[in-house]
């Protein structure tokens, strides 16, 4: 808020005034009727008119400028947490961001912020009339007749007292109804992700009777929630009116025996309208304090989550050569969970050499060259890179120098040449071609209406499974790395192109330590080394020709696939 408190600051003293202002009208009134109506005092009558209009017009423009600068400071506000939101979440590591559904980071980032957005932008209003409204009108009430004022202290207590139960029992329902909104996200996200498996497997109706279930949940979580705030309006009438009428029974009584003239009757009754409107707005804006804190509760969970891969042992160093070293490294995804993912693991990879790893599915491949660029942190064990372990090196210089290319290949909506860019911002063209050519991109950009320029789509729904690989590979190729890990990632490639990108790597990039983890045997058979996952654990290392010779579990995938070749 520190960027936007002056605006802020601003609205309160429009605001401030604006209430003495409006204060003063009831007051001039009364002195309108008592002295110059009573008199019959034409000039006195038009003075206090005149001053009745100008107290009123420079409230009018006021109130404008206050609703202005609440508008800034809310809509500031939001857009700042916002910010820190998504600043916070490019921080996550794979497990931080384990801890939240995406549906329910996409709520947290928009309804949750608009929340409080809207209860500043809405809520400072009432919240600086009221207190200064209250506090004046309750002293000029009390100066007109004390004893027709004590009527209050029955008053508010009661009012105190509703309001107290109906915050109480609508807080927890706010969180409940911001719950029920994540999941309404999730089915909606859900569905348009897999829009072409629902429409394949013709489960349409499936998914409308699912999200009538989570869209009704939100609309009885709703209810529940807004039919216990709705009776803060029927709690205030119920008090108002009760004042009102015992403030008329005691007043007519004091007029008649002559304490009270008619004109401070009526002047009482204008502050006592406007105290307990004063009483209303509050009550609103403990409302919509109440939701904004659930909404507040939910985006600091967000914003505090403690970031478990970091700096703090960092050095100024950078990766040199790509020699990676596993020493009798341990991991589980929780702290709590009782069986590791990957137990007691140990090889060691020289720099610029090219290692397979075959296993299983279901293995641990995919964990284990997470644990490299520290996507995720070893639980126990040390990994090394050219000798220093992961831990020493910044994790933006780790990470640049060591490109994964993920199972699931994301591309991201701009054209071709944006999305190879996010390699490298400042490839020149000849980099960008060079890159397509070791990835064979450049067998089909020609076809690609406008090339390198063509429009990707969201997810890159305009090229196929294959040439999305392919991309995805030529993008990791343009960072340069030291180290390349291909993670499955020519699944969706012919075996003759797979062998044109696995030739152009070596040839003309002799130098970068190159990891592919594949189903294939195909894939990983010409690599310096095969390592053997299964059940977590190194079931052995070694060339294809010993592991031939030697591994029963590579020999049985190995006949399998020479099976299914035959067939």
């Known amino acids: 808020m520190k960027e936007y408190k002056k605006y802020a600051w601003l609205a309160l003293i429009c605001i401030g005034v604006e209430v003495v202002l409006e204060i003063m009208v009831p007051k001039l009134m009364a002195d309108l009727i008592d002295i110059g109506v009573t008199n019959s005092d034409v000039p006195y009558i038009i003075n206090k008119g005149i001053q009745m209009a100008v107290c009123a017009v420079a409230a009018l423009i006021l109130g404008v400028g206050s609703a202005r600068f609440s508008a800034l400071a809310g809509q500031g506000l ?32 928009t309804s949750d912020v608009t929340n409080i957005q809207n209860a500043v932008s809405t809520g400072m209003r009432p919240f600086g009339r009221s207190p200064v409204m209250l506090i004046f009108a309750t002293t000029l009430a009390f100066q007109i007749n004390s004893t027709l004022a004590l009527v209050f202290l029955v008053a508010l207590p009661v009012l105190a007292v509703l309001l107290i139960i109906i915050i109480i029992n609508v807080g927890p329902r706010y969180g409940r109804m911001q719950g029920a909104v994540d999941l309404v996200n999730r089915c909606i996200e859900e569905n348009l ?9 013709v489960r349409g109706d499936y998914e409308i009777e699912k999200f009538r ?43 008649n025996s002559g304490q009270m003239m008619i004109g401070q009757l009526t002047s009482f009754l204008s502050y006592v309208l406007l105290i307990l409107n004063s009483l209303m707005m509050m009550s609103n804006v403990f409302l ?44 589980k995804y929780k ?8 137990s007691d693991v140990s090889f060691h990879i020289n720099a610029g050499q090219t290692v397979g790893i075959i296993g299983q599915t279901g293995s ?37 120098a060591i490109s994964v290319v993920l199972q699931k290949n994301t591309l991201f909506s701009g054209s071709l040449i944006d999305n190879l860019r996010w390699g490298d911002e400042n490839a020149t063209l000849d980099e960008i071609k060079e890159a397509c050519s070791i990835a064979c991109v450049d067998e089909f950009i020609d076809r690609l209406p406008g090339g390198l320029d063509a429009e990707m789509g969201q997810e890159g729904v305009n090229v196929s499974g294959g040439q999305k690989q392919r991309i995805c590979i030529a993008r990791a190729i343009l960072k340069k790395p030291k180290v390349l890990i291909l993670d499955d990632s020519t699944s969706a490639v012919d075996t003759a192109t797979e062998g044109k990108i696995r030739n152009a790597l070596a040839k003309k990039l002799p130098d970068m330590t190159k990891i592919i983890i594949a189903q294939r045997i195909s894939s990983v058979c010409h690599a310096d080394q095969i390592i053997i996952m299964d059940g977590g654990r190194v079931d052995a290392i070694g060339t294809h020709e010993s592991l031939l010779r030697t591994n029963k579990i590579y020999q049985e995938i190995y006949e399998s696939q020479k099976e299914g ?3």
Request: zero cysteines.
């Open 565 to 567: 070749a035959d067939l």
């Open 193 to 201: 992700t897999a829009v072409r498996v629902v429409k394949s497997y």
């Open 78 to 109: 939001g857009a700042n947490i916002r910010k820190a939101e998504y600043e916070k979440l490019q921080s996550y590591s794979f497990s931080n961001i384990d801890h939240f559904s995406v549906s329910s980071l996409v709520t947290r980032l």
């Open 364 to 400: 641990s491949k995919t964990t284990l060259i997470q644990l490299i660029p520290r996507l995720y942190d070893a639980t126990k064990g040390e990994i090394k890179i050219d000798g220093i372990n992961v831990k020493e090196y910044p994790v933006r210089h780790l990470r640049d």
């Open 335 to 342: 702290d709590t969970a009782k069986e590791y993912v990957l």
């Open 288 to 331: 919509l304090m109440t939701r904004s804190l659930a909404s507040a509760e939910r985006i600091m969970k967000v914003i505090d989550e403690p970031i478990d891969i970091t700096d703090e042992n960092a050095k100024d160093i950078e990766v040199k050569k790509g020699e990676i070293e596993f020493n009798h490294v341990w991991f």
């Open 213 to 255: 279930n989570v869209n009704d949940n939100l609309k009885n979580e709703s209810d529940k929630a807004f039919g216990i705030a709705v009776l803060n309006m029927p709690a205030m009438q119920f008090v108002m009116y009760s004042t009102i009428l015992g403030i008329l029974l005691i007043g007519g009584r004091l007029i």
